[in-house]
């Protein structure tokens, strides 16, 4: 098992143009987690998916921020018309169900806005 | 969600236990508590978790407070490689398994 995969590792681009991030879980995972790590602060709930739904995006700004899983690939978090405040280490988890179980993060996506 | 209160850093010297403390006086009933460390650049990584009793496995040990009020994560040989940032959180069950991070304690470790 390969664990949770995400891609790319680092990205850049320049302000106004859009970020598509994106994460497999770990095999026989359905719920995937975003999160989002400013420089030097904690790690920030986004929003969390099951296959083909989103079930809470409480976490996620209201524009330019969306976010999917569909039933075939990877989940995308998508960010459009990016500006540097958006430069941060993004974050995806995955769980195996509901229950009190651990949840294996990947090695995130750094993203620079320049 | 119930808080967590973490101090801000500790040291610890390689090959002696390290035990990292965290209050939750607020935690209910259906709360667990987990920990969770973040080495340099990386994700988070699962450490382990309890909800009553003092959990055990190949990584660390966890105490928990008869009152539950505080947890104490215990590294019993601290290693270069577990310098970290360690978190400890609290999960309500089966209510959805996102996870709120505090600011966790910063764990140096000097050889």
């Known amino acids: 098992n390969a664990g949770v995969m995400q891609n790319p590792r680092h990205l850049v681009r320049r302000r106004g143009q859009e970020a598509r991030l994106r994460c497999s879980p770990m095999k026989g995972h359905s719920h995937v987690y975003w999160y989002r790590q400013l420089p030097e602060e904690g790690l920030k709930f986004m929003v969390y998916l099951q296959k083909e739904n989103i079930i809470d995006e409480s976490g996620m700004p209201k524009e330019r921020f969306s976010a999917e899983f569909p039933k075939e690939g990877p989940s995308i978090l998508r960010i459009q018309q990016v500006v540097r405040g958006d430069s941060a280490a993004y974050f995806c988890?995955?769980?195996?169900?509901?229950?009190?179980?651990?949840?294996?993060f990947g090695q995130g996506t750094r993203l620079t806005v320049v | 969600d119930a808080k967590t209160t973490q101090p801000n850093s500790m040291e610890s010297n390689e090959e002696e236990p390290v035990h990292l403390p965290c209050n939750h006086s607020?935690?209910?009933?259906?709360?667990?508590i987990h920990w969770y460390r973040q080495l340099p650049s990386q994700g988070p990584e699962y450490v382990i978790h309890g909800l009553t009793s003092n959990v055990n496995n190949r990584m660390a040990s966890l105490a928990i407070a008869e009152d539950r009020k505080s947890s104490t994560l215990i590294l019993h040989r601290a290693t270069l490689r577990d310098a970290a940032v360690y978190y400890c959180i609290l999960r309500v069950n089966n209510a959805g398994n996102m996870l709120t991070f505090g600011g966790g304690t910063r764990l140096m470790v000097k050889p």
């Open positions: 988890a995955s769980h195996r169900d509901t229950r009190n179980t651990e949840a294996f």
């Open positions: 607020t935690i209910s009933g259906t709360d667990y």
